[in-house]
């Protein structure tokens, strides 16, 4: 099987209703793991397939109609009326503070600067802060009245947030020319 159309088309049918690791795809198609490694990544740009943990791959859900359909891969380019890869989440500040806030519920902007801060990250203090108040403001935080003290002299403390909402593990998106959060795990969008 040296055409790649041929070979996406198999790792399409090999996964199927599961999620499967490039080594059992292989098996499965009888195929090297390059010419795996090649097709599942030309099928995750097309959108029929999705990496849903380390080292498992599955089937969107236009890969799941595809592979119904018992449709053939052709060859050719991405076009831009396919749905764009999706793009990885978990490397951002505001990401790794959206999976502290999961985990604590209830927290202040430094609680989470010292979960989720790295050292090549500029300015996480209020970069935290900024997203805390927008979240806030769109519903996914309530802030609560009282202050968490400070060592600081002449300080008020530090807001307390307590999440109300956490719909999933993709962080929300601050859209600024239309001054909204976008839930990219709900499509929901809320005006700031």
């Given at each position: 099987?040296?055409?790649?159309?041929?070979?996406?088309?198999?790792?399409?049918?090999?996964?199927?209703?599961?999620?499967?690791?490039?080594?059992?795809?292989?098996?499965?198609?009888?195929?090297?793991?390059?010419?795996?490694?090649?097709?599942?990544?030309?099928?995750?740009?097309?959108?029929?397939?999705?990496?849903?943990?380390?080292?498992?791959?599955?089937?969107?859900?236009?890969?799941?109609?595809?592979?119904?359909?018992?449709?053939?891969?052709?060859?050719?380019?991405?076009?831009?009326?396919?749905?764009?890869?999706?793009?990885?989440?978990?490397?951002?500040?505001?990401?790794?503070?959206?999976?502290?806030?999961?985990?604590?519920?209830?927290?202040?902007?430094?609680?989470?600067?010292?979960?989720?801060?790295?050292?090549?990250?500029?300015?996480?203090?209020?970069?935290?802060?900024?997203?805390?108040?927008?979240?806030?403001?769109?519903?996914?935080?309530?802030?609560?009245?009282?202050r968490r003290p400070d060592h600081?002299?002449?300080?008020?403390?530090?807001?307390?947030?307590?999440?109300?909402?956490?719909?999933?593990p993709i962080a929300p998106t601050?859209?600024?020319?239309?001054?909204?959060?976008?839930?990219?795990?709900?499509?929901?969008?809320?005006?700031?």
């Amino acid at each position: 099987m040296t055409n790649i159309a041929q070979i996406q088309s198999a790792v399409l049918r090999a996964i199927g209703a599961s999620c499967l690791t490039t080594a059992e795809i292989a098996v499965a198609t009888e195929l090297k793991g390059p010419q795996v490694w090649a097709a599942t990544g030309k099928l995750i740009a097309r959108g029929y397939v999705e990496r849903r943990e380390i080292g498992c791959f599955a089937l969107t859900s236009d890969g799941q109609d595809a592979h119904a359909l018992g449709a053939d891969i052709g060859l050719g380019p991405v076009t831009r009326t396919q749905r764009p890869r999706r793009r990885a989440f978990g490397h951002t500040l505001r990401q790794r503070a959206w999976n502290a806030m999961a985990v604590t519920r209830v927290f202040t902007v430094p609680d989470l600067v010292t979960a989720a801060a790295r050292d090549h990250d500029k300015l996480p203090d209020d970069n935290i802060r900024r997203f805390c108040s927008r979240l806030a403001k769109a519903g996914y935080l309530r802030v609560k009245p009282s202050r968490r003290p400070d060592h600081r002299p002449n300080s008020n403390g530090h807001k307390i947030f307590e999440v109300i909402k956490h719909t999933g593990p993709i962080a929300p998106t601050y859209l600024s020319a239309r001054k909204s959060v976008l839930d990219r795990n709900t499509g929901e969008e809320f005006p700031v």
